[in-house]
């Protein structure tokens, strides 16, 4: 596999990915950086993956929890302004869709990862169910539940914040 193709051929997923577990924007850079750095060691391993998509979303959330703990450690604020540089996460420098989409990583950070993964590999990647299930570990049926629930949990949140 040439790197560089790899790395084109994976980036904008990476960051979207790091960006919707709450990486902040000013250190996307950097902290795809890791996840490529860790991609390109472990390369050897991947005829064992079970699939591309799972190894390297794996390897995103991996990365992504080792950053949020440092920067609780830090105590610093991860959710910030969405621009048209977060590799994707926004195609329009549209005022309302920026909000729209800073509110919903903030709605995604008050998820627990169980949830916020199947519902950012499903709803927003568009993943079909049988992959998102492969690349979290655990059955479509407990996948399809924790969708639900991230769902049900998200609308509960949007109507508390609408309430006057």
Known sequence: MDPRQL???????????LRYQGVAERD????SQEVFVVLFRKLPELEQASSFRAWLYGICLRVAVAYRRRAS?????????????AGG??????????????????????????KRDVF????????????????????????????????????GMISKSEKP
């Open 28 to 31: 996307l850079e950097d902290v």
């Open 7 to 17: 790395f084109r051929d994976n980036v904008a997923f990476v960051w979207r990915t």
């Open 73 to 85: 450690v830090r105590h610093e604020v991860l959710v910030g302004e969405v621009t048209e540089e």
């Open 120 to 155: 950012v590999l499903y709803e927003l990647e568009q993943l079909p169910m049988a992959e998102v299930a492969d690349i979290v570990g655990c059955p479509r049926a407990t996948a399809y539940s924790r969708l639900a629930a991230a769902k049900q949990q998200l609308l």
């Open 89 to 114: 996460v926004t195609n329009s420098r549209d005022p309302e869709r920026l909000h729209a989409r800073t509110q919903l990583l903030k709605l995604l950070g008050r998820l627990d990862d169980e």
